[in-house]
């Protein structure tokens, strides 16, 4: 069956200018979540959803930084006013349920802010 | 609170060798703990995982126990392969359901 897709799957912009990214989870999976791997770096925690709601902001950078979800499938991270260092690898994952469900990762999106 | 501490790269073996990559962890609670590995050009996915205490993941040859007293999940494979050479992933998840993941340690098996 389908894997996690996110689009796009590379994507270069100039400092300053609005990005969104898109994540198309596994169908029926209720957990969403959004990590960024910096080069040399692990993964670090950015914002889950369980259906459409976001118990869970904290691990946002800043008020840049914003998520949605709708009908509990697709997931948008939107990133506003982009600096250098949000260049990254933007990684999207889903699981059937929360708890003790393991993640089902996208292959992400590369984005590189000039 | 909850974190990953896993052996810092890069680990460089020949084939056949034998591999241990050490991660431990802090945690409240009982966590449920993973290894993912992310081979080059993929995404993440999962190896293998363990739930309690004593626990033993395995896949494709490799395996990790889930040691309690020692806060630990060490992953390990008795012959490495060219094909295994990725960058693996320790990560536990903990009530309230957020996923911890280590730095990533990076395995290249030379023939």
């Known amino acids: 069956g389908a894997g996690v897709s996110q689009s796009p799957s590379n994507k270069v912009t100039e400092k300053g200018k609005d990005v969104e990214l898109r994540c198309d989870p596994i169908?029926?999976?209720?957990?969403l979540y959004w990590y960024r791997q910096s080069l040399g770096q692990g993964l670090e925690f950015l914002i889950y959803f369980q259906g459409n709601s976001a118990p869970d902001k904290s691990g946002l950078p800043s008020d840049r930084f914003s998520a949605e979800r709708t009908g509990g499938s697709v997931s948008t991270l939107t990133i506003q006013r982009t600096q250098q260092e949000d260049s990254a690898v933007y990684l999207c994952?889903?699981?059937?349920?929360?708890?003790?469900?393991?993640?089902?990762f996208g292959n992400g999106t590369r984005l590189t802010v000039t | 609170g909850n974190s990953v501490t896993q052996m810092e790269g890069p680990v460089t073996l020949s084939e056949e060798a034998f591999l241990t990559i050490n991660c431990t962890y802090t945690?409240?609670?009982?966590?449920?703990l993973f290894w993912y590995v992310q081979y080059p050009g993929e995404g993440l996915q999962l190896l293998l995982k363990a739930t309690k205490a004593d626990d033993k993941g395995s896949n494709k040859g490799f395996e990790a126990t889930y040691r309690k007293e020692t806060t630990s999940f060490h992953l390990e494979k008795g012959s490495v392969q060219v094909s295994d050479s990725a960058v693996y992933f320790c990560?536990?998840?903990?009530?309230?359901?957020?996923?911890?993941f280590g730095t990533g340690t990076s395995l290249t098996v030379i023939p």
């Open positions: 945690a409240t609670g009982y966590p449920s």
């Open positions: 994952a889903s699981s059937l349920v929360i708890g003790n469900s393991p993640l089902h």
């Open positions: 169908s029926g999976h209720t957990a």
């Open positions: 990560a536990l998840e903990n009530t309230g359901n957020q996923f911890y």
